[in-house]
């Protein structure tokens, strides 16, 4: 199994940053990539950046320039340092891990997510 842990969130005025981090444990191998997403009230949990075990990272377009991810491999640690906070970050950021194991049938995805951390952004 995989326990994933974040930590970090809080409230912080627009214009300020804040940096989640989520710590990995358990079987933590065959790892495809590691991500943050979010979820506001109403609205569907969304991807806002992932890196891959070879190191390439995405973002989505509304934290493009304002947020960056990065991990520690010694740590088995992901982070989400946000920068420029705006009220519409306002979510609860979950941290996911996805792997693919190969086997002899094929290869088998799976999804492991964190509780969850709120993060307020007040103007």
């Known amino acids: 199994q995989v326990q994933l842990v974040e930590s970090g969130g809080g409230l912080v005025q627009a214009g300020g940053s804040l940096r989640l981090s989520c710590a990995a444990s358990g079987s933590i191998f065959s790892i495809n990539s590691m991500g943050w997403y979010r979820q506001a009230p109403g609205k569907q949990r969304e991807l806002v950046a992932g890196?891959?075990?070879?190191?390439?990272?995405n973002y989505a377009d509304s934290v493009k320039g304002r947020f960056t991810i990065s991990r520690d491999n010694a740590k088995n640690t992901v982070y989400l340092q946000m920068n420029s906070l705006k009220s519409e970050d306002t979510a609860v950021y979950y941290c996911?891990?996805?792997?693919?194991?190969?086997?002899?049938?094929?290869?088998?995805?799976?999804?492991?997510w964190g509780q969850g951390t709120q993060v307020t952004v007040s103007s």
């Open positions: 890196v891959t075990s070879g190191g390439n990272t």
């Open positions: 996911n891990m996805k792997k693919r194991i190969y086997r002899a049938r094929g290869p088998e995805d799976y999804d492991y």
